[in-house]
């Protein structure tokens, strides 16, 4: 009986285990389909508005604006929450985090400010491949959109409305602490791996592009 026993249990582990492993990828997949949703929302929004949205600083979901313009920017970048709210979307993603949204401030004027023009220059997000930022994937985006993945670490709950455990890990620290322009984009590892643990996912949109979809519409020039 207990050669049976150990039997069953070796069998019932490995079925668990790949099971386990898809249901994990499947959420990876919902989220990286709800980042490209929020990516083509935003451009919808400044294709019809003429600006982003700023962040959300709280957590109603709304952005937060002050005399047409992003409240307290950092050296031309602001960070926050995505504002679901002003864009018609979800509240989080997959694992009931809210997303992490960080936006080249000069695009999120409206009046009484200036709006941008193809002129529109101001300080980009940056993706890159670590959190030192010594190599770039983009240094144009004009915004970036982070889902903190499975683990969660450093997002804010939506539920809670708290800010959840904080990473060990320096590149997933990078995609929260909003005192730079840099955002982390990379290969997913595992606790333990060299690089650190690693299960952020980023979707982001270049100036360039904003300005050909912008063009196309007929907003700009």
């Not at 005399?67 to 993603?93: E, Q, V, W």
């Amino acid at each position: 009986m207990t050669v049976v026993l150990v039997v069953i249990s070796l069998l019932v582990g490995s079925i668990l285990v790949p099971l386990a492993t898809q249901v994990e990828e499947r959420q990876v997949s919902d989220a990286e389909k709800t980042l490209e949703e929020i990516r083509d929302a935003l451009v919808g929004f400044v294709t019809v508005n003429g600006y982003l949205p700023c962040p959300d600083t709280g957590t109603n979901g709304t952005e937060n604006i002050s005399s047409g313009a992003c409240t307290s920017p950092t050296s031309g970048i602001k960070c926050g929450r995505l504002p679901h709210g002003n864009l018609g979307l979800g509240t989080s993603d997959v694992w009931g985090n809210r997303f992490t949204y960080c936006v080249n401030e000069l695009f999120a004027r409206r009046s009484p400010s200036t709006p941008f023009t193809l002129s529109t220059a101001g300080n980009d997000v940056y993706i890159c491949t670590t959190q030192a930022c010594t190599t770039t994937i983009s240094t144009t985006a004009v915004f970036a959109v982070v889902s903190h993945g499975k683990n969660g670490y450093g997002a804010t709950n939506f539920n809670t409305g708290t800010q959840n455990t904080l990473a060990t890990a320096a590149d997933e620290q990078e995609n929260y602490d909003n005192n730079d322009r840099n955002i982390v984009y990379r290969t997913r590892t595992e606790i333990g791996t060299t690089a650190g643990e690693f299960d952020d996912i980023v979707v982001w949109v270049s100036r360039y592009t904003l300005f050909n979809r912008m063009v196309v519409a007929g907003k700009l020039p």
